[in-house]
């Protein structure tokens, strides 16, 4: 049986003469521009880049793909207590970047460095635990999600598209410029 690694080209330290060569091929005009996002948790940076979504719970856009239906964004929560409760219609990828929570449906607890991975379907409700003063969370949110009551009765929504609107809003508003928030767009 052959080495996997070789029947599908597992990348390897190259030293031959054409390692350093540039992709020589023109980029597709159809490839959108990368979007580079340096100083995640630069606290002495403007603040006004974090969009209030009300008091102590605020968030910074990454990624807000009104193309492909999902976000990418920093949640900050600066005290202790719980989120709405919400129900996912996509999967959600989480990286735990400052600080500690859990949800009340779950056992597990995200701590920072701790990765979650959550199901589309999934419901759940936040809690920031009283002795955590600020928890920073990267979340990678696809489709949308859709606040429910404790007997899944909708009362609310959240996607890109209104993730985009409140950015573009609170940028306005802060002096930074409504298209301050288009360098998150793709
Ligand atoms: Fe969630």
Redesign the pocket.
């Known amino acids: 049986m052959s080495d996997v690694r070789q029947r599908v080209g597992a990348p390897a330290i190259q030293d031959d003469a054409t390692a350093r060569l540039p992709y020589q091929l023109p980029a597709s005009p159809d490839v959108s521009s990368d979007v580079i996002v340096p100083d995640l948790l630069d606290d002495d940076g403007d603040d006004r880049i974090w969009v209030p979504q009300s008091e102590h719970v605020s968030f910074r856009p990454l990624l807000l793909s009104t193309s492909n239906g999902y976000y990418v964004n920093l949640l900050r929560v600066r005290r202790s207590g719980v989120l709405s409760r ?1 129900r ?1 219609a996509g999967p ?1 990828h989480a990286h735990v970047l400052r600080g500690r929570w859990h949800y009340l449906e779950h056992d597990w607890v995200a701590e920072t460095g701790t990765y979650a991975y ?1 199901s589309p379907g ?1 419901v ?1 409700t ?1 809690i920031v635990p009283d002795d955590v003063t600020e928890m920073i969370t990267l ?1 990678h ?1 696809t489709g949308g ?1 859709v606040y429910v009551d404790p007997y899944g009765a909708p009362i609310g929504y959240e996607d890109a598209h209104t993730k985009l609107a409140s950015a573009r809003q609170h940028y306005a508003d802060c002096g930074l410029g409504a298209d301050y928030v288009d360098r998150f767009v793709r």
Request: aromatic share 10%.
């Open positions: 919400h996912h959600v959550e999934e759940h936040l979340f949110v999600l």
